[in-house]
């Protein structure tokens, strides 16, 4: 769900007046390249990696646009890493929508993921 308001964050920061806008230029660029859509019969999947890459620019991009200081932006980007967990793992945002009556199935994906929750428990069994 963090992840998910990171995303939205972002798209605000793309409508919003363009402070900073080389590096949110970059951001985009960075995201654009590491982001996949499928379409399937009954579904639409989409699928964005965040790569270590995209920290610099995203935080310039935020500390500009919100005005923040370089203490306030180092405090920022700390937490943008930790919500990521960058330095333990290959973060990305797996969004599935359904079109169809039947209930969307995560079989296929137990043998090839291993999702945890925060406090460690599996929700893909």
Same mark, same amino acid.
């Given at each position: 769900m963090k992840r998910l308001f990171f995303v939205i964050m972002f798209l605000c920061c793309l409508s919003a007046p363009s402070f900073g806008s080389g590096s949110i230029? +970059?951001?985009?660029?960075?995201? +654009?390249? @590491?982001?996949?859509?499928? @379409?399937?019969?009954?579904?639409?999947?989409?699928?964005?990696?965040?790569? +270590? +890459?995209?920290i610099d620019p995203w935080v310039a991009a935020e500390a500009a646009r919100s005005g923040m200081s370089e203490a306030e932006s180092a405090q920022y980007r700390a937490s943008f890493t930790s919500e990521l967990r960058i330095a333990e793992t290959e973060p990305f945002l797996l969004l599935c929508t359904s079109s169809a009556l039947a209930r969307l199935t995560w079989a296929r994906l137990r043998p090839l993921s291993s999702c945890r929750r925060t406090r460690g428990r599996k929700f893909l069994r």
């Amino acid at each position: 769900m963090k992840r998910l308001f990171f995303v939205i964050m972002f798209l605000c920061c793309l409508s919003a007046p363009s402070f900073g806008s080389g590096s949110i230029v +970059e951001a985009t660029s960075i995201l +654009e390249r @590491w982001t996949a859509f499928h @379409w399937g019969r009954d579904c639409l999947v989409w699928l964005v990696h965040y790569p +270590e +890459e995209l920290i610099d620019p995203w935080v310039a991009a935020e500390a500009a646009r919100s005005g923040m200081s370089e203490a306030e932006s180092a405090q920022y980007r700390a937490s943008f890493t930790s919500e990521l967990r960058i330095a333990e793992t290959e973060p990305f945002l797996l969004l599935c929508t359904s079109s169809a009556l039947a209930r969307l199935t995560w079989a296929r994906l137990r043998p090839l993921s291993s999702c945890r929750r925060t406090r460690g428990r599996k929700f893909l069994r």
